[in-house]
């Protein structure tokens, strides 16, 4: 089975049991992003880079034992979810190049488990609708019917998941 057809605990059995890295997980998850964002448009802010950095640090700690609950896992955050150093433009021409100087708590949280962010999802803008298509830079289509939306104020998210 590929990476994006696996759950969250098989993923993570995977990882302590050294079938797969975190890096070839995120470049998996990536790969996968690859494919299918033209049409999809889940996401609005991607960091590959980063997220291979911390793939690398979450495979170092599997080696060593000391593997938050998370360690290794690609998670994306919704673009309303201020993290430090990304861009966080809550779908909004307004805040298209604001950069966070601290991250939420969530994000706080999530890194001290090990995730590996992959990047912020789509919204409506300022989270303010109820199918992601008020966002200001690209309306998310939903992955199952592309003349669909995925719903929600957090369809970019959604849609990152299913797809």
């Known amino acids: 089975m590929k990476p994006n057809e696996l759950t969250i605990h098989e993923l993570q059995k995977k990882l302590q049991d050294r079938e797969i890295t975190a890096v070839d997980l995120v470049e998996a998850t990536f790969a996968r992003i690859d494919e299918v964002e033209g049409k999809v448009q889940a996401y609005i802010t991607l960091v590959r880079e ?3 950095i911390r793939a690398a640090e979450a495979d170092r ?3 060593n034992g000391t593997a938050g609950v998370l360690c290794g896992i690609p998670i994306a955050l919704k673009d309303t979810i201020c993290t430090e150093g990304v861009k966080t433009t809550c779908a909004s021409r307004m805040l298209h190049d604001f ?3 601290y991250d939420a708590a969530v994000v706080q949280r999530l890194k001290q ?3 590996v962010f992959t990047g912020k999802t789509n919204t409506d803008e300022f989270a303010m609708g109820s199918s992601t298509e008020t966002s200001c830079f690209a309306a998310t289509r939903n992955p199952w019917d592309l003349e669909r939306v995925p719903g929600g104020s957090s369809g970019g998210s959604a849609a990152a998941v299913s797809a």
């Open 50 to 52: 980063e997220a291979l």
């Open 61 to 63: 700690q599997i080696k």
């Open 99 to 101: 950069i966070p100087p």
């Open 113 to 115: 488990a090990g995730a």
